[in-house]
Structure formats: structure tokens, C-alpha cells
């Protein structure tokens, strides 16, 4: 690893049997967007706001607040204004909203966003199903997106999804993900986060695509999305962290299904990462107890049960 | 500085079935490496062999009653997805686990398949008799690492229970009997809380001396997370060879798939499961247990380590056992199936 990059590197490791791990993660929570999005239910606005208002008051530094794309497509998103501008900002938390193009990064900014994201596929396939563009057309949008903002000092974050396997396409290639990885990273965005969106990859596919990834995009720029529809999340993210990831997104309650497996569970618990991170001495700053309650609060509303094994192991009502 | 600066070793190896392993290590600087512990991380197993507790641990803590052709089924449905051990039941009295009740008929009932263990659960010499007449070819003992669950459990300390068990080693050397160590509470116990790695070590040692050729560490209520497991395991592979350990996880807090990975970083190369997830858990109402095999399956292959499963057929008897028991499969993967990847 070349000096200048280590003297940069923020993490500081601790040691656990043979591996380390870092410090400290952050967690970005999802819950509010790709949760919420994901849901059959379509949530009033007011308990989209107490949802996030109870999740700023829970320690999380990054909670992902709604998403400005036309609510022809994603209906569950059609109250992004109200959601943004009738939550409580704390001044410790950023609120991140999803912008597909201009069009949605000028309402975010409107809207009083302070911090943007673009979602962009390792799937060509994927990329025309989802957002009906090529990659390559994505990403033009996106740079139109990262200028804009780069104008208004506002940070983006980069998604690349189907990280680990398409549901159309099937295994992806690491190298295909590594090249919008890079191109993201180096358009502008701060931070990149890899998402097993169908989550069919196993720890051997998460390490080998990472081992691609972080030859052009150094580790502590990265994040992981993992999902945990077949089981894998925690042993994928588990693997993700010995290899210098620090940033883990995840969603409270583990709100939102899959798509793309009718039935089946979407992203990974917040609550259960927390229980792995803090049972490893590693510090998130989240208080998982809260964090807990916030799950039942909104599964009571969705009239749902928890995706999350903790927060069923303690007790929950649902 | 130099505590910033690391070195991962990476490489790519090819098993025999063509699929990449990967095998994760890592060393710190010469500073910190000095200071790491004795033991390293190795390559992952190229196999690693998977047993079948659903039968046995599974239904025991279903709170349905199934009858003994069900279970005759689903340990014939077990033998034909290529697992290598499926432990059948249990010689315990029916006064304390009415649903291994009918253990003799079951015994004699399934259909043993050449290659296939089918260990079953005897708790004193008693059961150890009514095993053998029943035509048991292996069975298992069950210690605890806690004072607390062992006297709760089974009615007696931890001291007194290796006594017991050392009349069954007699009984079995002397039959020829091969027999299994379980320790169970290696992560944590509902009653005492934290265990120490010694304690566990010490039981999973004396199990060993006295001729189990296995000893299964159990994360009894699903507890334990990564660093435990680790710290647990490097206290135990002191005192007994990693290639005679087996991890038992439970998956209450969602933690044992990782929980596994670890494991198989250090060198364990078995592992248990339960079919479907089979079995609740007794001390946290509604919450899970058992690990579901077909998630460990999906996780192993994934990883390109052979286990000699056949991941649909496995699928099926998962099923099968799930309906009737009228209840919704624990497996991720199963729940899943429908997806196109």
C-alpha cells in the first residue's frame, strides 16, 4: 500500500483472534428510503417524519431520508417534499435523499436537501430494467448531478447495485463492478456503497469483489449494502470488515422485502449489525435499545413483524 | 504510523472441484504481529461436513408433537441429500422430552443408508443401553460449560455429569460405540451470563480425554457473536485439536452464520445444523434457534467448500417437515427459492 494512502487511512483497527477490525463503523440507515420503498404498505407522511425523528434521536450519524424520483415510478417516495421539510434535523445527523437526475437533485435542493446520493448498476441489464437507461447513460446523468452539486457544496454518495449477482443477469463480474466504483469515486462522490442487492452473494463473492474494488477505490471510501434475503448479510459484512470496510448500510427492523423473491426479506436488520458490532467491542455510536424500540414503532404501523432476530430474541411485540 | 500500516495476505486457491477458496489471513505490522496471538488464520477447509440435528435438537424444541412415521420421513428424506450425519434422537426419559417419546421406534424405523451416521443422544448409561438394543451404532453426550444450566438442565453439576458420562465411555469402548462430546452455554448461558473460554475449554478437554472423537461447542441461546467465538476457540484448540471440533450455533440473534465463518477461519471444518431451522428457542419465546442447514449449505458452497449436500433435495425435506408441522421454514434460502438467481 503506498504511504500517502495509509498516512490518509482514518480507521484505526483492533485485533480480534487473527483478524482486525475496525474501530468504529458508521451505519447508514436506509430504513426511511430503500426500506419504506420496498414495503407493499404505502406509510402516511406523518409516520414517515416520527420514523425518522425517531431514528435521529437514536445515535446514528447518516439516515437516509427519502427519495426525489417520480412518484409514477415509485409511488411509496410521492411525499418526499413533506418527509423532508417536516422532519426535525438534528444537528448531529445528515439526512441523504436519493436524486436519479437533475430534475430530482433541483426539487431535493428545494426541498431544503443538504446531501444527495446517485444510483448507478454493475448490471447492464439491471440498469435498463430499473432506471431505463444504460449504464454508461447513467452515469452521464449522474455527472450532470455531481457538477451541480459540487456548485452548491452539497456531498454525494455513489450506489453501485447488483454488486454481488443480477436477478436478470446472474453472477457478476468484479472488474464490471470495480469500473462504476471508480467512475462514481472519481466523478465526485465521497463515498460509494456496493449493494448484494438480490442478496445471493456468500463471504468467497463478497471478498473477491472487494479485492477488485479497492485496487481503485480506497477502502475507506467504501460501504457495504448487503441483503439479507438468503441469510448471508452478517457473514458478508463480517468479511467486508476484515477487509477494511467500515461504513455498513442496513435498515431498522429490516423494513423492506425483495422484488425480486416475493416473500422474502430485503435489507439486513440494523439492530442485528448493531449486536454483531457491539458484541465485537467495535463502536457505532447507535444505541441499540432505542434502536429496537424505533423497530417496533414502525412495524406497529406497517403492521408487520420484524425482520430483525434481535429484536425478536428480546422480546418483541411483533 | 506503524500501526497503520497493513499487510493482508491474500490467495486464490482452486479446490478440487475447480470452485476458488479464498483463504482470508491477516498480520499486522512486525510490531503488532509479536504481540498477536498464537494462533493464525488458515485457509478455509476445501470440505467441511455438515450434522443434521434437525430430528434430534429440532424437534425437540418444536412445540408441536410430530408422530414417529414424520420423523421416520424426514431422517429418510435427510439421507438421501447426501448429508453424512443426521442424528436420529434421543434416549432421554419422555417424562422430560415427551416428543422424543417414541426414540425406539424411530431407531428401528428409518432407513439406514450405507455412509450415514445416525448418532442419538443418551444422557447416562441407561440411555445408553436402551441406544444400543435399539440398534444405535453412535451416540452423543451433553455437558455444559455453565454450573447454573447443567444443574437446571440436567439436575446435576457439571462435575457430576462427566462421571455419568464416563460409565457411558466404558460402556461404548467396550461395544465399540464411537461417541460425541457437546458442550453447550460455550458463548453464554441464560442463567450465568458471560462463560469463560477456560470453563469451556476445561470441559471440552476432559469430554475429549475420555475418548469422544468430536467435541461440539454450542452457542446454546444464540448469544455470541464473531469476537466471542474466536476468543472461545482459541481457548479450546489448546486443549483439543481443532480437526475434532464442531460448532453449534444457534441463530437467535441472527449471529451464526458469522459466527461459522469464524470458526471455519480457525480451522473447524464441522458444523451442525437444523434442517428448515427446526427447533425454537426455549429461552427467549418466539425467537429462533438452530441455524437453518440450508442457509450454512448456500453460505459453504458459496464459498466453493464442498459438503456433499444437494441443496434442492435438502430444500425438499425441509418442506416436508415444515408442513407438517404447519409452520413457516427459519431458512433464508428457502424462503427465498423462488428468486431467479
Not at chain 2, 18 to 33: E, I, M, Y
Not at chain 2, 260 to 266: E, P
Amino acid at each position: 500500500m503506498e504511504l500517502a494512502m495509509l498516512l490518509q487511512w482514518p480507521r484505526r483497527d483492533k485485533h480480534l483472534g487473527a483478524h482486525e477490525y475496525p474501530e468504529f463503523v458508521k451505519i447508514v440507515e436506509v430504513g426511511p428510503r430503500d426500506g419504506l420503498q420496498n414495503e407493499k404498505e404505502i406509510v402516511p407522511t406523518e409516520v414517515k417524519v416520527q420514523l425518522i425523528d425517531r431514528l435521529s434521536d437514536t445515535g446514528l450519524s447518516v439516515i437516509e431520508a427519502t427519495s426525489f424520483v417520480s412518484s409514477k415510478w415509485v409511488p411509496q417516495m410521492a411525499d418526499h417534499t413533506e418527509v423532508l421539510q417536516g422532519i426535525r434535523k438534528s444537528p448531529n445527523v445528515r439526512y441523504p435523499v436519493l436524486t436519479p437526475n437533475m430534475h430530482g437533485f433541483q426539487n431535493a435542493l428545494a426541498a431544503g436537501a443538504t446531501e444527495v446520493a446517485v444510483f448507478g448498476s454493475a448490471s447492464e441489464t439491471f440498469s435498463r430494467k430499473n432506471i431505463n437507461c444504460s449504464i454508461d447513460e447513467s452515469m452521464l446523468r449522474f455527472e450532470e448531478v455531481l457538477n451541480a452539486a459540487k456548485d452548491q457544496q452539497i456531498p454525494v454518495r455513489g450506489y453501485v447495485s447488483c454488486a454481488l449477482g443480477c436477478p436478470h443477469e446472474g453472477p457478476i463480474d468484479p472488474s464490471k463492478v470495480t469500473e462504476v466504483a471508480k467512475r462514481l469515486y472519481e466523478m465526485g462522490c465521497y463515498e460509494v456503497s456496493l449493494g448484494d442487492t438480490v442478496g445471493v452473494g456468500t463471504p468467497g463473492s463478497m471478498a473477491a469483489m472487494l479485492r477488485s474494488v479497492t485496487r481503485e477505490v480506497p477502502c475507506r471510501a467504501l460501504a457495504v449494502h448487503c441483503h439479507d434475503t438468503y441469510g448471508q448479510a452478517l457473514a458478508n459484512i463480517l468479511t467486508a470488515l476484515q477487509m477494511g470496510v467500515c461504513v455498513v448500510d442496513s435498515a431498522v427492523a429490516g423494513l423492506g422485502g425483495c422484488p425480486y423473491a416475493q416473500g422474502s426479506s430485503g435489507n439486513v436488520s440494523t439492530e442485528d449489525v448493531l449486536y454483531m458490532l457491539h458484541g465485537m467491542g467495535i463502536q457505532t455510536g447507535v444505541d441499540l435499545s432505542k434502536m429496537i424500540a424505533v423497530g417496533d414503532f414502525i412495524c406497529h404501523s406497517l403492521n408487520r413483524k420484524t425482520n430483525s432476530r434481535v429484536a425478536q430474541a428480546r422480546g418483541s411485540q411483533l | 504510523m506503524a500501526a497503520l500500516i497493513r499487510t493482508i495476505n491474500r490467495s486464490i486457491f482452486i479446490s478440487r472441484m475447480g470452485h476458488p477458496c479464498l483463504a482470508l489471513g491477516g498480520s499486522a505490522t512486525v510490531a503488532k504481529s509479536v504481540s498477536v496471538s498464537g494462533s493464525s488464520s488458515k485457509r478455509l477447509p476445501d470440505r467441511v461436513k455438515i450434522v443434521e440435528v434437525g430430528p434430534r435438537d429440532g424437534l425437540q424444541n418444536e412445540k408441536t408433537i410430530v408422530p414417529a412415521e414424520t420423523k421416520i420421513r424426514l431422517i429418510d428424506m435427510l439421507s438421501d441429500s447426501g448429508l453424512s450425519v443426521i442424528e436420529a434422537t434421543s434416549f432421554v426419559s419422555p417424562k422430560w422430552v415427551p416428543q422424543m417419546a417414541d426414540q425406539m421406534e424411530v431407531m428401528k424405523g428409518i432407513r439406514r443408508k450405507p455412509g450415514v451416521s445416525y448418532p442419538v443422544l443418551t444422557p447416562n448409561l441407561k440411555g445408553f443401553q436402551a441406544a444400543v438394543e435399539a440398534g444405535a451404532s453412535e451416540v452423543a453426550i451433553f455437558g455444559a460449560a455453565s454450573e447454573l444450566f447443567s444443574k437446571k438442565n440436567i439436575n446435576c453439576s457439571v462435575e457430576e455429569s462427566l462421571q455419568r458420562f464416563e460409565q457411558v465411555m466404558v460402556a461404548a469402548k467396550a461395544a465399540g460405540v464411537p461417541v460425541r462430546g457437546y458442550v453447550s452455554c460455550v458463548l453464554g448461558c441464560p442463567y450465568e451470563g458471560k462463560v469463560a473460554p477456560a470453563k469451556v475449554a476445561k470441559v471440552a478437554k476432559r469430554l475429549y480425554s475420555m475418548g469422544c472423537y468430536e467435541i461440539s461447542l454450542g452457542d446454546t441461546i444464540g448469544v455470541g457473536t464473531p469476537g466471542g467465538m474466536s476468543e472461545m476457540l482459541e481457548a479450546v484448540s489448546k486443549v483439543v485439536p481443532v480437526g475434532a471440533l464442531a460448532v453449534h450455533c444457534h441463530d437467535t440473534y441472527g449471529q451464526a452464520l458469522a459466527n461459522i465463518l469464524v470458526a471455519l477461519q480457525m480451522g473447524v471444518s464441522v458444523v451442525d445444523s437444523s434442517v428448515g431451522g427446526l427447533g425454537g428457542c426455549p429461552y427467549a419465546q418466539g425467537a429462533s434457534g438452530n441455524v437453518a442447514t440450508e442457509d450454512v449449505v448456500y453460505m459453504l458452497h458459496g464459498l466453493g467448500i464442498q459438503t456433499g449436500v444437494d441443496l434442492p433435495k435438502l430444500m425438499d425435506a425441509g418442506a416436508f417437515i415444515c408442513h407438517s408441522l404447519n409452520r413457516r421454514t427459519s431458512s433464508k434460502v428457502s424462503q427465498a427459492t423462488h428468486c431467479k438467481l
